[in-house]
Nanobody, 126 residues
Framework: QVQLEESGGGLVQAGGSLRLSCAAS????????MGWFRQAPGKEREFVAA????????YYADSVKGRFTISRDNAKNTMFLQMNSLKPEDTAIYYC???????????????????WGQGTQVTVSS
């Protein structure tokens, strides 16, 4: 059983920063592509960013490119999302995700998510 637990969400003013964390347990964390998704009220869940098992390859949605940075620490079974220059439209519940198997690349995570976290709320005020 894989467990993913997000933390670090909160309320921030536009232009501010937040750092989300995702702690993983239950399997070999370092073997799988991981990523972040978000869901705003009344909207579908959307892809935000992904990182491969070694941390050598990343992929971002156009809406966050240049503002968000995804990273991981395999020794601590933890993934991060550094969010800078936040905008009100970034307001959403942010979900941590893990690929369903080990051969999924960063560009294919969005259609091959095997496990989800419970989500953490990020609210950006204008």
């Amino acid at each position: 059983q894989v467990q993913l637990e997000e933390s670090g969400g909160g309320l921030v003013q536009a232009g501010g920063s937040l750092r989300l964390s995702c702690a993983a347990s239950g399997r070999t964390f370092s073997s799988y592509t991981m990523g972040w998704f978000r869901q705003a009220p009344g909207k579908e869940r959307e892809f935000v960013a992904a990182i491969n098992w070694r941390g050598s390859s990343t992929y971002y949605a156009d809406s966050v490119k240049g503002r968000f940075t995804i990273s991981r620490d395999n020794a601590k079974n933890t993934m991060f999302l550094q969010m800078n220059s936040l905008k009100p439209e970034d307001t959403a519940i942010y979900y941590c995700a893990a690929a369903s198997h080990s051969r999924i690349g960063v560009r294919d995570l969005f259609k091959n998510v095997g496990f989800w976290g419970q989500g953490t709320q990020v609210t950006v005020s204008s």
